[in-house]
T-cell receptor
Framework: EAQVTQNPRYLITVTGKKLTVTCSQN?????MSWYRQDPGLGLRQIYY???????DKGDVPEGYKVSRKEKRNFPLILESPSPNQTSLYFC??????????????FGPGTRLTVL | AQTVTQSQPEMSVQEAETVTLSCTYD???????LFWYKQPPSRQMILVIR????KQQNATENRFSVNFQKAAKSFSLKISDSQLGDAAMYFC?????????????WGAGTKLIIKP
């Protein structure tokens, strides 16, 4: 089954404790992206990756890091989480040029609470 | 910068009736894509329908159709024969065909309530 998976689905942590949210897709997509969703704000892009070893900032990158060492994986790293990073996080992927780039497929979401 | 506006925070409709959700956007570009995504209580983000700006014909997917008015920069979603499973948040999104980061610009969402 074609899908985007995220882990964990739920996470409660404390300020300053490093964490990683994993994202994996099995569709051989080139493009991957991270969004955060906050009430009344819709989704905002954190980082994106056009392909392996190619990443760039979205609209709200502060406090986050990403890496793209393999095509299928795009982890989101919070080196020192703060309460304002409490949010719902989505990973998404799409095909890339010539592969249906216009439609993004989303993971199930990760609910993060930073105390 | 492009923006997407959904002016209806919440809408309700009787089961089996038709409802229209509004979306307007602002862009200076001529080539772009528009999407409606559904987010049920499970929080999964599900693509409902998409429209390419260069196509004049309105997209349809079963009970879902859009009214795309390019000159007015309007992209409304019509849901016919509403079902209880249609209850969800609905998000309108825009993507430039030129933007190299393929970023989706999102509206704030409309909560759709289905009355049995």
């Amino acid at each position: 089954e074609a899908q985007v998976t995220q882990n964990p689905r739920y996470l409660i942590t404390v300020t300053g404790k490093k964490l990683t949210v994993t994202c994996s897709q099995n569709m051989n997509h080139e493009y991957m992206s991270w969004y955060r969703q906050d009430p009344g704000l819709g989704l905002r892009q954190i980082y994106y990756s056009m392909n392996v070893e190619v990443t760039d900032k979205g609209d709200v990158p502060e406090g986050y890091k990403v890496s793209r060492k393999e095509k299928r994986n795009f982890p989101l790293i919070l080196e020192s989480p703060s309460p304002n990073q409490t949010s719902l996080y989505f990973c998404a992927s799409s095909g890339g040029p010539g592969q249906g780039i216009d439609t993004q497929y989303f993971g199930p979401g990760t609910r993060l609470t930073v105390l | 910068a492009q923006t997407v506006t959904q002016s209806q925070p919440e809408m309700s409709v009787q089961e089996a009736e038709t409802v229209t959700l509004s979306c307007t956007y602002d862009t200076s570009e001529s080539d772009y894509y528009l999407f409606w995504y559904k987010q049920p209580p499970s929080r999964q983000m599900i693509l409902v329908i998409r429209q390419e700006a260069y196509k004049q014909q309105n997209a349809t997917e079963n009970r879902f159709s859009v009214n795309f008015q390019k000159a007015a920069k309007s992209f409304s979603l019509k849901i016919s024969d509403s079902q209880l499973g249609d209850a969800a948040m609905y998000f309108c999104a825009y993507r430039s065909a030129r933007d190299s980061n393929y970023q989706l610009i999102w509206g704030a969402g409309t909560k759709l309530i289905i009355k049995p």
